[in-house]
């Protein structure tokens, strides 16, 4: 199954096709980004305040209607009290436990 997503950037619109399971994975993502949040013991306005960003950004991320790269989620887990490298681990045993 494939889902179609489009978008507009210089007056030009750009089709992609993107993966059921993309999605799937991503939502594992930010389950785990949530999963960090509150053991931290933050709330999304409290870590927002620490990124300096608006609460809405850390909603957006958290329910998979903003997409981060890979420098914004290495802030967010070093805020967060872990780093990439204990992520992808985390990422990487989420994903094969739901895949299994």
Not at 72 to 99: G, H, I, P
């Amino acid at each position: 199954m494939s889902l179609f997503y489009f978008g507009i950037c210089n007056n030009k619109v750009y089709f992609s096709i993107v993966k059921a399971n993309l999605i799937k994975d991503y939502l594992v993502v930010t389950e785990l980004l949530y999963r960090l949040r509150i053991n931290a013991g933050l709330t999304q306005k409290q870590l927002a305040d620490l990124l300096n960003v608006p609460q809405s950004f850390i909603s957006k991320i958290e329910t998979g209607e903003r997409r981060i790269n890979l420098i914004e989620l290495r802030e967010l887990c070093k805020t967060l009290n872990s780093n990439l490298v204990e992520f992808a681990a985390m990422l990487e045993k989420e994903l094969n436990e739901t895949q299994s």
